[in-house]
Each structure stands twice: as C-alpha cells, then as structure tokens.
Nanobody
Framework: QVQLVESGGGLVQAGGSLRLSCAAS????????IAWFRQAPGKEREFVVG????????YYADSVKGRFTITRDNAKNTLYLRMNSLKPEDTAVYYC??????????????????????WGQGTQVTVSS
C-alpha cells in the first residue's frame, strides 16, 4: 500500500506558475508508474503526464506539452508537477497516481484512470483570466 498526498494547489492568474507536490508514504520502487491526472467540473478525469518513478521516458498530454514538467525527489519520496504559462482551461483538481501492476514498458499506454491503483485526494488549481 502507498498513500499519496498532494499539495501546492491554489489560485493563480493566467500566465502564472505553480508547483504541485505529491508525497508518498514510503519510498517508491523504481518500477512504479507514476502520473498526474486532472478533473475539471463536469468533465472526466484526464491524463496530464506519466512516467516511471525511476525516470526515463515521460509522456505528456498535448494540452500541457512544453508548459508542464514532472520531476521527483527520491530522498523525500515526492513527485512534483511544475506548471508554467497556466491557462484558465488548466483549472481542475489535480491528482497524482501510482501503480506497480504492469511491466515498465507499458507506461506509454497507461493514460486511463483505471490503469492506476493508488491515488491521492487531489489539490485544486484555479487559473483566473
């Protein structure tokens, strides 16, 4: 079992930046797939970015490519999402997720919420125009 806790959300003006954090309750194995998703009111939860905890290839949704960056701090068991050039359409609850059920090669296809077993409670990001 892994507990995930997000933080860092808030209200920001369009064009601004935020860094979200996702703290894990224990060290994350390098084989884990990790991801950020988001869910806007009235919409389905959507994939933002996914990778392996160990690093390597990272997959971003087209809507955030070039603006968002995922990083990790192994010493702190923490995953980060740096969000730059924020837009009002980025407004959503952001969730981090993790999973260790599939082989490392499958992370490129893990873009659905059902692909991940562990979830945080979410953190609200609101971007004003």
């Amino acid at each position: 079992q892994v507990q995930l806790v997000e933080s860092g959300g808030g209200l920001v003006q369009a064009g601004g930046s935020l860094r979200l954090s996702c703290a894990a309750s224990r060290p994350i194995s390098s084989t884990y797939a990790i991801a950020w998703f988001r869910q806007a009111p009235g919409k389905e939860r959507e994939f933002v970015v996914g990778s392996r905890w160990s690093g390597g290839s990272t997959y971003y949704a087209d809507s955030v490519k070039g603006r968002f960056t995922i990083t990790r701090d192994n010493a702190k068991n923490t995953l980060y999402l740096r969000m730059n050039s924020l837009k009002p359409e980025d407004t959503a609850v952001y969730y981090c997720a993790a999973d260790n059920r599939r082989p490392p090669s499958s992370v490129a296809t893990m873009t659905r919420p059902m692909d991940y077993d562990y979830w945080g409670q979410g953190t609200q990001v609101t971007v004003s125009s």
